[in-house]
C-alpha cells in the first residue's frame, strides 16, 4: 500500500512545454499526429493554445539522431524558450507583405547555410552561396536566431529598389563607402546577373541542389509564433500570410522541408480576412485530444514516478497498468456518491467548443498534489486515495484562474464583457447579456459570436430567435460562479 506521505514526491510535469524541455524526454506521448510528421505527410500543424504543439516542437531535437540515420538535418527557426527571434519586428515592423516576405526567405537561407557549414558540406553550389552571403556581410560566427533576423532587417532596408547598392560618405574621412550587395530580393537583371549578383530564390536552388548530391534533406521548424506580434492583428496577418506563401513556394524543392506550428484561432482569423492561397496548403493537422489520449498522457507522466509503480502487480499490460495507477491516485467517489472516473476530469477542463486540452489537465492536478501536500502537513487529508476529492476542487480553481487570465491576456478588447458576467449565473439567455452589458442588441450579437470563437461561451442556442450560451465549468470558479460536485 501506497504512503501518503510519498505524495511530496508525485509530480507530472509543467503545464507550459517550453518549461519542461527535458522532462518531455521522458513522457512525450507519440501519437498518430507524430507519426505524420516523422512520414512526412504533415507540415502544418494546427492546435488551440495548450493542446501540445510546442510539445512537439520541443520534443523533435530528441529524434534528431533517428533523423541523422536518415541523412536529414532537423533545424528549428524559432527558440524554444527564452527569447523571441522576432520580437524587435513587433516594434518596428516590414512596411509591406513583399519586405516580411524577403526576411522569412533570407532567414532561412541564413539558417540552412549556417547548419550545413556547421556539418562541414563541401559542394560547387553551396560554395557559391556561402560567397554571395560572405559578399553581403550576412554571415556571422555564433549568432543567435535574434541577431540574424536583425542582420537580414539591416540588409534589406539597405538596397534600393533597383538592388544597386547604396554609397555613402563617411563622417569622419569622406571617403565613399561601399555595401556589398550580391543578393537581390528578386530576380536580377542581366546586367545586375553579370555583376554577380543573384536571388533569394536562386540561393535556395543552390542549397537544395546540394543537399540533393548528398543525399540530404533538412527540415526547418518554427513555432511560437503567437507570440510575437501579440495585439496587431494586422501586423501578425502579413506575417503569416507571407510565411505560408514562402512555404508554398519551398514545396518545389524536393530536399528542403518546411514546417509551421499554429494556433488554429489565428489560422482562422487569416482565412476570414481572405487568403487565395489557402488551397495549396494541403499537408494540414489539427491536434484534437479524446478522452483516451488524454488519459494516457496524464498516465505516462504518472508513470514516471517509479514508486508508483511498485504497488502493482508484475506483467500488467500499459493499459492494465495505467488503470490501475488511476484507482490508486484519484478517489473512488465523488463528494455525493458517484463513481469518480477520467471523465470528470474532461468535464471540468473543456471550453465552448469542446477542447479538452493538455495543459489545463496537468495544471489541475499539478495543483491538485500541492495542495495535498498542504493537507497532509496539517494533517487534514482524508480518503484512501493518494488525491482526495478536496485537492481536486483546488486543482480546479487554479486551472481556471489561469484559464480565465489567459483568454483575457489573449484577447483584452473582450476583457470587460468577460468580467461583467462574474457572480452570474452560468446559462444566459441574449436579453439577459444585453442588460449585463448595457449594448445594443446587435452589438451583444456581436460580442456573443467573439466569445463563443474563443471558447468562453458555449452556444447553446435553439434556434437564431432563442439565443441561449453556457460559460463552461472550466472559468466558473474564477468567476465566482457556482460549478458543483457533479456538473
Known sequence: ??????????????????????????????????????????????????????????????????????NIHLLLAENPRGAIAFKDLNVTPPTNEFEFKSIWKLYFVILISQKL?????????????????????????????????????????????????NIGLDQYTGNVNKVGVKISLLEPSTKESDKGIVSIDNLFELLNNTLVNKKSKIWLAIDRLDAIFQENFELEANALRTLFQVYIELQQYESI????????????????????????????????????????????????????????????????????????????????????????????????????????????????????????????????????????????KDASKTKLETIIAEYPKLKIFIYRTKGKKPRLKLEELKELWNISKKETLIIINNLIKIGFFKDESKNQSNIEVLIPIIFRPALGMQYGYDK
Open 257 to 396: 522541408r518546411l514546417m509551421i506550428f499554429l494556433r488554429d484561432d489565428i489560422w482562422n482569423k487569416i482565412i476570414e480576412n481572405g487568403f487565395r492561397e489557402t488551397s495549396h496548403i494541403t499537408k494540414t493537422a489539427t491536434i484534437s485530444w479524446d478522452k483516451n489520449s488524454l488519459f494516457n498522457l496524464i498516465m505516462s507522466r504518472f508513470e514516471q514516478n517509479e514508486y508508483l509503480l511498485e504497488n502493482l502487480k508484475p506483467d500488467l499490460s500499459k493499459e492494465e497498468r495505467f488503470i490501475e495507477l488511476f484507482k490508486i491516485i484519484f478517489p473512488k467517489k465523488i463528494a455525493e456518491g458517484a463513481e469518480f472516473n477520467f471523465e470528470w476530469f474532461i468535464t471540468k477542463i473543456k471550453d465552448g467548443q469542446n477542447n479538452s486540452s493538455p495543459r489545463e489537465l496537468i495544471q489541475l492536478i499539478s495543483s491538485a498534489i500541492k495542495y495535498e501536500i498542504k493537507l497532509l502537513s496539517e494533517e487534514k487529508s482524508n480518503g484512501d486515495s493518494i488525491i482526495c476529492m478536496e485537492s481536486l476542487f483546488e486543482g480546479l
Open 1 to 70: 500500500m501506497i504512503n501518503k506521505d510519498e505524495v511530496k514526491d508525485l509530480n507530472v510535469g509543467s503545464r507550459v512545454a517550453e518549461q519542461e524541455v527535458e522532462g518531455l524526454k521522458n513522457y512525450f506521448l507519440k501519437t498518430d499526429l507524430w507519426e505524420q510528421i516523422l512520414d512526412n505527410e504533415v507540415d502544418v500543424i494546427f492546435g488551440c493554445k495548450g493542446s501540445g504543439k510546442s510539445a512537439i516542437y520541443n520534443y523533435m531535437p530528441n529524434y534528431e539522431l533517428d533523423l541523422i540515420d536518415k
Open 117 to 165: 557549414s556547421e556539418e562541414n558540406y563541401s559542394h560547387p553550389d553551396f560554395d557559391i552561396v556561402l560567397e554571395k552571403l560572405q559578399d553581403s556581410d550576412l554571415i556571422q560566427r555564433r549568432s543567435s536566431f535574434t541577431s540574424i533576423v536583425k542582420m537580414v532587417r539591416d540588409y534589406i532596408r539597405r538596397i534600393n529598389p533597383t538592388f544597386e547598392p
